[in-house]
Each structure stands twice: as structure tokens, then as C-alpha cells.
């Protein structure tokens, strides 16, 4: 038997422990959209990382940076809020890498597997890049911890107590870019929000501190991999989408069962 | 010889797209000292407080800091998202790292000590401005910003935390910078108000500006019904934008 099993685990997994704490993040500022919008660029990411000849995760990790950066720029005039331009930003550039596909005849991409993730695929390469950009994404986002949460609580305060907010942003998009590139292969660009949000808000009922549910996001999400490998494999369902069920049924039993916290 | 100021701002400008915001304004505040600014809803004082802190740069004019100044800053607003499970030590060492025991002593200091290990979102709004402050002191600051400080707080919470305001420059020897529209208690505790409605009205100690009739003119029947025996004359009038013109008759307020 091939062992793309364990290599499908050590993948999800890989991405599952740095998305519960980043989704944690993304839950507390309200950027799901904002994420949304970055995955659904990751496509045009892989075509032109593909026909640039360098590869699909760095181009993936340069045009959410793009694409983050246009955001900031396009919020300074005053027209139209921040949630139209994240709705033009993720159609536009999702239907630019569709339309720059069909250009390229040469190039073949395998379109399902990158829109909805194809994690019983995964070779021992892909397994480098995932864990190679989640402990660089982990390592990152524990040296930004602190400003970080003191940003997310209060933006103007932090910035008088001395926390650099605009670096600090930046480097939060960066990490968010990078476990987009490398979350690609379990879920796919339409559900990679789902596997940075539902663990994290399954978390929150059961957390006392900022880390306590991180931390609990962390372990959900290992636990929706497991689970929704197994119930693919049990039904014969798609491995990404079984995954994001997988996490929406522990949001859902998590919700019912009582809590030791008052909140 | 005078101390030297911890703050001095002169002749500051800024605008939003087009529209004058502040015009020549200037604000000193000097170690020990209470200084209040007050005027109504738009007059800028949220602006002018951002400026201060370097939030917002202005379009002209000086800002300038006492070398090495500690800043501490109290928000008008703010609303934890109950998403971030966080209790009152964590929120009140996000800014500065400390002990717990040192989070207590300051917690107690405003109050508040009850509260420690309280979500932050599960507090009174009264609460919250205490650990607010507390949050503040934690940076040992040498300049303290208030902005609205009493918002939300009910009237015997407002004397107290005027009480309170007032007793930590007596103890720390801090410049004090409070930000209000609640008139009567500004001008008891205060040793210089500020009345700013995008320019400088008035200016002065707080029984001078009572008696300036820019004070009335910009405060209306609040003013009056604060400051009712005084009798002035308006020497300019405010059109809809809020721009001075004169007034071409001295009429009673």
C-alpha cells in the first residue's frame, strides 16, 4: 500500500498548527473576508508563479502580498468601504488567474485540485514546502505575539505605547500570505479560510487566554485533518471539503456541550 | 525660573480634505499641571489630542515633546471584541510588561483591584475607564492624556474619578492633559482650560475663561446654567462652519 496516508496527515497537520493560531488572529480583528480575498488571489499566485518559471507557492506568497498592499492603498480614498473592495479584489483576481489560464495553452494546471485542494496527493516536496512555511510562519508570528494583540485590542493605544502598528500589519499579511501558498494543497483556495476560522471559533468557548485558544485551534484543527481523512477515506468523499466538515461538526458539538467558563 | 514644558504645541494647523479642522492652535502643559480641553462635539478636540500623541501629523505648526517624555494615553472609546478571551491583568500588561503584584498595586491605586482576573469585556463601562487609567500609570508616565475620561461613568463615578485624576498629580508630580465636555468638573479641578472650538476661544484659568464671553458664547445654556452669575459680551459669533465672525451687535447671552 502507497503511504500517501501519513503524508496527507503530516501535511494537514503541518497546516493545521499554524492556522489555529493565525486564525485566531483573523477571528479577533474580523479579517475572514480579508483572508477570503487573499486565498481567492492565490490562483493567479500559481499561474503566474507556473509561467514565470519559479514556482506556484512563491507566486502565490507575491501576489497575496500584491493583492494585500493594493487593499491598502485603494482604502485610503473614501468612497466605498473596505468589504466592496475586498469583494472586487477576490473576483477580480480570481477570474484574471481563470482568464490568464485559458491563455496558456502549454501550461496545464490542475484547476479542482488547487480550487478544492487535493491533500491524498501530496508528495514528499510539498511536505518541505508546508513544513518549511509553517515553522517559518509559527517562528514569526511568536517573535510579533505581543504587539500584535496589543494592535488587535487597540490600534491608537499600542501606537502610543510604542508598538511600530504599520510594520507590525504588514507582517501579519506576510504571514497570512504564506500559510495561504502553503495550505493550497490540503484544502484549495475556496475553503482555506474555513480550516484559519472554524477551529479558532470552535476554541473560543473553551479559552481563558489569547494563547489558551491558539492553542486549542491548533489542536481542532489537527483533530478536523484526522477526522476528515478518515471519513474520506471511510465514504470515498473529497479529502478538502471532508476536512472542512470534519471542523464544522467539532464548532458545532463544541457549542452544545457545556463549558466550565462563564463565558 | 519656569519648568520646562512637557508639552508645547504652537500655531498647529490641519485640515480633512480641504476642511479646516484646527486652525493656529496653541497648548502648553507642564509638569504638575492640569490641563483641561474643552468645547463642543466637532471643535477638534479628538484631533487635537491625536496630534499630541503623534497619531496625526499636523499641517503645519510645532509639536513639540519634552526629550525622553513618558506618555501615558486613555482612549475615548474602547470595545474588546468578545471574540479575544482576555482578563484586566493581560489587557493592562499588553502595553507594559509587569508582575502581577504590580497590576494589583496599580489596579488598586484607581480602584479597580477587584477586577483583576475579570474578562475585560465582563466590567462596568465605570471599570473599565479605572483600568483604562491604571493601564496608563503602568508606564510610569510623565505626561498623562485623557480623552473623555468620564464617558459613560454615572455622576458620583465622575467625582470620584475627577477625585482620583486630581490626586495622582498631587502624588506623581504628572502633567495632565483631560479632554471633556462635562464643564462643571473640569472647572473645579483644573488649573488651566483650554476652550477650543477649531481655534482657541478662551484660555486661561478656570475662573478667567468663566468670565470670557466666548466661554458662554461657545457653550450656550449648558455654559450658563454652569457659570450662571457671570454676565458677558460676545466679541465674535461662529457661522454654520464654525469660522469666527464678528458680531455686529453686543447682545446678551
Same mark, same amino acid.
Given at each position: 500500500?502507497?503511504?500517501?496516508?501519513?503524508?496527507?496527515?503530516?501535511?494537514?497537520?503541518?497546516?493545521?498548527?499554524?492556522?489555529?493560531?493565525?486564525?485566531?488572529?483573523?477571528?479577533?480583528?474580523?479579517?475572514?473576508?480579508?483572508?477570503?480575498?487573499?486565498?481567492?488571489?492565490?490562483?493567479?499566485?500559481?499561474?503566474?508563479?507556473?509561467?514565470?518559471?519559479?514556482?506556484?507557492?512563491?507566486?502565490?506568497?507575491?501576489?497575496?502580498?500584491?493583492?494585500?498592499?493594493?487593499?491598502?492603498?485603494?482604502?485610503?480614498?473614501?468612497?466605498?468601504?473596505?468589504?466592496?473592495?475586498?469583494?472586487?479584489?477576490?473576483?477580480?483576481?480570481? /477570474?484574471?488567474?481563470?482568464?490568464?489560464?485559458?491563455?496558456?495553452?502549454?501550461?496545464?494546471?490542475?484547476?479542482?485540485?488547487?480550487?478544492?485542494?487535493?491533500?491524498?496527493?501530496?508528495?514528499?516536496?510539498?511536505?518541505?514546502?508546508?513544513?518549511?512555511?509553517?515553522?517559518?510562519?509559527?517562528?514569526?508570528?511568536?517573535?510579533?505575539? $505581543?504587539?500584535?494583540?496589543? *494592535?488587535?485590542?487597540?490600534?491608537?493605544?499600542?501606537?502610543?505605547?510604542?508598538?511600530?502598528?504599520?510594520?507590525? $500589519?504588514?507582517?501579519?499579511?506576510?504571514?497570512?500570505?504564506?500559510?495561504? /501558498?502553503?495550505?493550497?494543497?490540503? +484544502?484549495?483556495?475556496?475553503?482555506?479560510? =474555513?480550516?484559519?476560522?472554524?477551529?479558532?471559533?470552535?476554541?473560543?468557548?473553551?479559552?481563558? =487566554?489569547?494563547?489558551?485558544?491558539?492553542?486549542?485551534? /491548533?489542536?481542532?484543527?489537527? *483533530?478536523?485533518?484526522?477526522?476528515?481523512?478518515?471519513? /474520506?477515506?471511510?465514504?470515498?468523499?473529497?479529502?478538502?471539503?471532508? +476536512?472542512?466538515?470534519?471542523?464544522?461538526?467539532?464548532?458545532?458539538?463544541? =457549542?452544545?456541550?457545556?463549558?466550565?467558563?462563564?463565558? | 525660573?519656569?519648568?520646562?514644558?512637557?508639552?508645547?504645541?504652537?500655531?498647529?494647523?490641519?485640515?480633512?480634505?480641504?476642511?479646516?479642522?484646527?486652525?493656529?492652535?496653541?497648548?502648553?502643559?507642564?509638569?504638575?499641571?492640569?490641563?483641561?480641553?474643552?468645547?463642543?462635539?466637532?471643535?477638534?478636540?479628538?484631533?487635537?489630542?491625536?496630534?499630541?500623541?503623534?497619531?496625526? @501629523?499636523?499641517?503645519?505648526?510645532?509639536?513639540?515633546?519634552?526629550?525622553?517624555?513618558? &506618555?501615558?494615553?486613555?482612549?475615548?472609546?474602547?470595545?474588546?471584541?468578545?471574540?479575544?478571551?482576555?482578563?484586566?491583568?493581560?489587557?493592562?500588561?499588553?502595553?507594559?510588561?509587569?508582575?502581577?503584584?504590580?497590576?494589583?498595586?496599580?489596579?488598586?491605586?484607581?480602584?479597580?483591584? @477587584?477586577?483583576?482576573?475579570?474578562?475585560?469585556?465582563?466590567?462596568?463601562?465605570?471599570?473599565?475607564?479605572? &483600568?483604562?487609567?491604571?493601564?496608563?500609570?503602568?508606564?510610569?508616565?510623565?505626561?498623562?492624556?485623557? !480623552?473623555?475620561?468620564?464617558?459613560?461613568? !454615572?455622576?458620583?463615578?465622575?467625582?470620584?474619578?475627577?477625585?482620583?485624576?486630581?490626586?495622582?498629580?498631587?502624588?506623581?508630580?504628572?502633567?495632565?492633559?483631560?479632554?471633556?465636555?462635562?464643564?462643571?468638573?473640569?472647572?473645579?479641578?483644573?488649573? #488651566?482650560?483650554?476652550?477650543?472650538?477649531? @481655534?482657541?476661544?478662551?484660555?486661561?484659568?478656570?475662573?478667567?475663561?468663566?468670565?470670557?464671553?466666548?466661554?458662554?458664547?461657545?457653550?450656550?445654556?449648558?455654559?450658563?446654567?454652569?457659570?450662571?452669575?457671570?454676565?458677558?459680551?460676545?466679541?465674535?459669533? @461662529?457661522?454654520?462652519?464654525?469660522?469666527? &465672525?464678528?458680531?455686529? #451687535? !453686543?447682545?446678551?447671552?
Amino acid at each position: 500500500m502507497d503511504d500517501f496516508l501519513p503524508r496527507a496527515l503530516l501535511g494537514g497537520v503541518g497546516v493545521a498548527l499554524t492556522a489555529g493560531p493565525l486564525g485566531t488572529f483573523i477571528v479577533w480583528r474580523r479579517m475572514a473576508y480579508f483572508g477570503d480575498t487573499l486565498a481567492h488571489s492565490g490562483l493567479l499566485g500559481v499561474v503566474l508563479g507556473t509561467v514565470l518559471g519559479v514556482n506556484p507557492e512563491l507566486g502565490v506568497v507575491a501576489t497575496c502580498l500584491t493583492v494585500a498592499l493594493a487593499l491598502v492603498v485603494l482604502q485610503r480614498q473614501h468612497w466605498l468601504a473596505t468589504d466592496t473592495l475586498l469583494g472586487i479584489l477576490a473576483h477580480t483576481t480570481l /477570474s484574471l488567474g481563470l482568464v490568464t489560464l485559458a491563455f496558456l495553452e502549454t501550461v496545464r494546471v490542475d484547476l479542482i485540485s488547487y480550487l478544492f485542494g487535493d491533500i491524498l496527493a501530496i508528495n514528499a516536496t510539498d511536505l518541505y514546502w508546508i513544513w518549511g512555511g509553517n515553522l517559518l510562519a509559527l517562528g514569526v508570528l511568536a517573535g510579533l505575539w $505581543r504587539p500584535l494583540l496589543a *494592535a488587535t485590542v487597540h490600534e491608537e493605544l499600542a501606537r502610543v505605547e510604542g508598538v511600530p502598528v504599520f510594520p507590525v $500589519r504588514l507582517a501579519f499579511m506576510l504571514l497570512i500570505a504564506i500559510v495561504i /501558498s502553503v495550505a493550497m494543497k490540503v +484544502v484549495g483556495i475556496l475553503l482555506i479560510t =474555513s480550516l484559519l476560522i472554524i477551529p479558532a471559533a470552535a476554541a473560543r468557548r473553551f479559552a481563558r =487566554s489569547p494563547e489558551g485558544m491558539a492553542l486549542l485551534a /491548533s489542536l481542532f484543527g489537527c *483533530a478536523a485533518i484526522g477526522l476528515g481523512l478518515w471519513a /474520506s477515506l471511510r465514504w470515498d468523499t473529497p479529502a478538502g471539503p471532508s +476536512v472542512v466538515m470534519a471542523a464544522t461538526t467539532l464548532f458545532l458539538v463544541g =457549542s452544545v456541550i457545556p463549558s466550565r467558563s462563564r463565558r | 525660573m519656569p519648568a520646562e514644558p512637557l508639552l508645547t504645541v504652537e500655531n498647529v494647523n490641519f485640515a480633512i480634505r480641504g476642511n479646516p479642522i484646527l486652525l493656529d492652535v496653541d497648548l502648553r502643559v507642564t509638569a504638575g499641571e492640569i490641563v483641561a480641553l474643552i468645547g463642543p462635539n466637532g471643535a477638534g478636540k479628538s484631533t487635537l489630542v491625536r496630534i499630541v500623541l503623534g497619531l496625526l @501629523h499636523p499641517d503645519s505648526g510645532q509639536v513639540r515633546l519634552k526629550p525622553e517624555l513618558r &506618555v501615558g494615553y486613555m482612549p475615548q472609546r474602547l470595545t474588546v471584541a468578545d471574540t479575544l478571551p482576555l482578563t484586566v491583568q493581560r489587557f493592562v500588561t499588553l502595553g507594559t510588561p509587569a508582575p502581577r503584584e504590580r497590576v494589583r498595586t496599580a489596579l488598586t491605586e484607581v480602584g479597580a483591584a @477587584h477586577v483583576l482576573d475579570a474578562p475585560v469585556q465582563a466590567i462596568s463601562g465605570g471599570e473599565l475607564q479605572r &483600568v483604562l487609567l491604571a493601564r496608563a500609570l503602568l508606564r510610569e508616565p510623565d505626561l498623562l492624556v485623557l !480623552d473623555e475620561p468620564i464617558q459613560g461613568v !454615572d455622576l458620583n463615578g465622575q467625582y470620584e474619578l475627577y477625585d482620583l485624576i486630581s490626586g495622582l498629580r498631587r502624588q506623581r508630580g504628572c502633567g495632565i492633559l483631560i479632554v471633556s465636555h462635562e464643564l462643571h468638573l473640569v472647572m473645579a479641578a483644573t488649573d #488651566h482650560v483650554i476652550c477650543l472650538n477649531r @481655534h482657541v476661544c478662551c484660555s486661561g484659568h478656570p475662573d478667567q475663561v468663566a468670565r470670557d464671553p466666548a466661554y458662554l458664547q461657545l457653550f450656550g445654556i449648558e455654559g450658563v446654567r454652569t457659570l450662571a452669575i457671570y454676565h458677558h459680551h460676545h466679541n465674535h459669533r @461662529h457661522d454654520l462652519h464654525g469660522a469666527v &465672525v464678528a458680531a455686529e #451687535h !453686543d447682545r446678551d447671552g
